[in-house]
């Protein structure tokens, strides 16, 4: 099940930064219009990855949790089953906020095309701007929720293995497969991808939001420090999979 989240999270990142040098191309350029469908791309992808970072948390927090409450032994007892099921889920959530952001894309487009005529330009200019707000509060929302889903079982996790580590060493217990080692850097590994995904979504909401971003210069060094973020996070996954 690990494996299966972390091959589609690395298929997915992947194509997210193709995707992102190509839009990025083509906004340097002024060629928006041609290159739109990769934006729409970055969006599926950039969603479909905080919901499957989101997964792979609460994964091994589900299970690694030694809690006794029933509902955490039910969740234990299928949450491997349950891996393909919340995969198509997580497809299924970036699908339909996709959708939606190439509707509102395309009706915008129209809207702006629509200017020439002087009798309609104050409802369509209200009309533009309703649908920029709504679009930009939905993928805020569909990008918080993995994220809280994310940062909640992050930090459980770290406070379980911190109390278990805390009565390793009052034990002082020397077994090899639990050792207090393993504990510490499993911490410090938990600690780097909190930190590094927390700044990646503060700088995607950053993006989203327009913050920033009234000289061209600081939009190219947000974008570079943003997929930055995404090559380092993704490596780290990738070679701490096998720990």
């Known amino acids: 099940p690990v494996d299966m989240i972390l091959t589609s999270l690395g298929i997915c990142r992947f194509c997210q930064l193709w995707s992102s040098m190509l839009h990025n191309f083509g906004s340097h350029f002024h060629l928006n219009y041609n290159f739109w469908c990769f934006g729409i791309i970055w969006q599926f992808t950039n969603i479909l990855s905080f919901w499957l970072t989101s997964l792979l948390a609460v994964f091994y927090c589900v299970k690694?949790?030694?809690?006794?409450?029933?509902?955490?032994?039910?969740?234990?007892?299928?949450?491997?089953?349950?891996?393909?099921?919340?995969?198509?889920?997580?497809?299924?959530?970036?699908?339909?906020?996709?959708?939606?952001?190439?509707?509102?894309?395309y009706i915008i487009i129209q809207f702006i095309s629509m200017k020439d005529f002087p009798r309609n330009s104050t409802m369509l200019e209200r009309l533009e701007a309703f649908l920029w707000d709504f679009s930009t509060l939905r993928q805020v929302v569909v990008l918080v929720i993995p994220f809280l889903l994310f940062l909640a079982s992050t930090v459980l996790l770290m406070a379980l293995l911190s109390r278990h580590l805390k009565q390793m060493k009052d034990l002082h217990t020397g077994h090899p497969i639990s050792s207090p080692e393993a504990h510490s850097a499993a911490l410090r590994s938990l600690g780097i991808f909190l930190i590094l995904f927390t700044f990646y979504f503060l700088t995607v909401l950053v993006s989203i939001l327009d913050v920033l971003f009234n000289k061209e210069s600081w939009f190219w060094a947000w974008e570079a420090i943003i997929y930055a973020l995404v090559s380092i996070h993704s490596t780290l996954l990738m070679l701490s999979s096998a720990k």
């Open 64 to 105: 690694v949790s030694f809690f006794s409450h029933p509902i955490f032994l039910w969740m234990k007892w299928r949450i491997v089953r349950w891996v393909p099921r919340l995969l198509l889920g997580s497809l299924l959530v970036s699908c339909v906020s996709t959708i939606f952001s190439a509707t509102s894309y």
